[in-house]
């Protein structure tokens, strides 16, 4: 597609509930990102993919959250059991991921979510 | 701590002033990139530095980078109330092979009309 595209754009859920939230990148863009912002926050980082592979997890807040990256596309952000505090807006980012390529990401417009 | 921290975290000036933004990072870099929020939704790439390049200039932004010191600065020149937004730096560097795009905590930016 032109862009990154996340899905849903909203997501209410209840306390306890799993949630999955979709990011498909921009053709051809090995790295992606995903990020967590908290109203009014900054970017707190969740993990990193190149390729199917995930070289960064560093960020993942819980065992109850989890990523995955299939065929070098399309990635599913995964939350179990979600809390209220995981209430936030989800941020998918993708980049060419090489020097030679380029950096430079390109974000999708967000999932917010809502844990009531 | 983070790759990328920027300071102000916030800052409010008059319409038509200029708005100086600082990042500082720890780790060497290949590139330091500025990117735009508006209402908390997806970040907007505005303009890259290569490690090699001290200065560059993009409409009424002017970015430079400090490879000594570890920092960047954002300059916006007379400011618009469309200005008004977060602004992030990010660093890209090898890792593992790869090159790692990290963000900052942003510096939340209000232009007053």
């Known amino acids: 597609g032109a862009g990154v595209s996340q899905s849903p754009s909203n997501k209410v859920t209840e306390k306890g509930k799993d949630v999955e939230l979709r990011c498909d990148p921009i053709s051809g863009h090995t790295a992606l990102y995903w990020y967590r912002q908290s109203l009014g926050q900054g970017l707190e980082f969740l993990i990193y993919f190149q390729g199917n592979s995930a070289p960064d997890k560093s960020g993942l807040p819980s065992d109850r959250f989890s990523a995955e990256r299939t065929g070098g596309s399309v990635s599913t952000l995964t939350i179990q059991r979600t809390q209220q505090e995981d209430s936030a807006v989800y941020l998918c980012a993708s980049s060419p991921g090489s020097v030679i390529r380029g950096t430079e990401a390109f974000f999708g417009q967000g999932t917010r979510l809502t844990v009531v | 701590s983070q790759q990328g921290e920027e300071d102000p975290q916030a800052l409010s000036i008059q319409e038509g002033e200029n708005a100086t933004m600082n990042c500082s990072y720890k780790t060497s870099i290949n590139n330091l990139q500025w990117y735009r929020q508006n209402s908390g939704r997806g970040l907007v790439h505005l303009i890259l530095i290569r490690s090699n390049e001290r200065e560059k200039h993009s409409g009424r932004l002017r970015v430079t980078l400090d490879t000594s010191k570890k920092s960047s600065s954002l300059l916006i020149t007379a400011s618009r109330a469309a200005d008004t937004a977060s602004y992030f730096c990010?660093?890209?560097?090898?890792?593992?092979?790869?090159?790692?795009?990290?963000f900052g905590i942003g510096t939340k930016l209000q232009v007053i009309p």
């Open positions: 990010a660093t890209d560097r090898n890792s593992g092979g790869y090159q790692k795009v990290t």
